[in-house]
Nanobody
Framework: QVQLVESGGGLVQAGGSLRLSCAAS????????MGWYRQAPGKQRELVAT???????NYADSVKGRFTISRDNAKNTVYLRMNDLKPEDTAIYYC???????????????WGQGTQVTVSA
């Protein structure tokens, strides 16, 4: 069994900052890519940022220059530092990780439960 638990969401004014964390735990053998996605009301879930096990990153155009993704492989944790937040960043933020467990030998995607980020104008 694998769990991803996010934390760090909340209410912030426009221009403010937040740092999200997502820790993976359970019967983990290896973790490949980790990432953050978000879903605003009435919209589809979209990619925010991803990071490979080697540290290569990818960002949505809408967050480039404002958000930074990082990870601590020793702690099985991925972070998202969000600066200069805008009202349009308001969404539920989900973390995702591609994981091999000690039981299955294939990569499987696991999702966290989501954390709410609300940016007021």
């Amino acid at each position: 069994q694998v769990q991803l638990v996010e934390s760090g969401g909340g209410l912030v004014q426009a221009g403010g900052s937040l740092r999200l964390s997502c820790a993976a735990s359970g019967s983990i053998f290896m973790i490949n890519a980790m990432g953050w996605y978000r879903q605003a009301p009435g919209k589809q879930r979209e990619l925010v940022a991803t990071i490979t096990s080697g540290g290569s990153t990818n960002y949505a155009d809408s967050v480039k220059g404002r958000f930074t993704i990082s990870r601590d492989n020793a702690k099985n944790t991925v972070y998202l530092r969000m600066n200069d937040l805008k009202p349009e960043d308001t969404a539920i933020y989900y973390c995702k990780a591609d994981i091999k467990t000690r039981v299955l030998t294939t990569w499987m995607p696991y999702w966290g439960q989501g954390t709410q980020v609300t940016v007021s104008a």
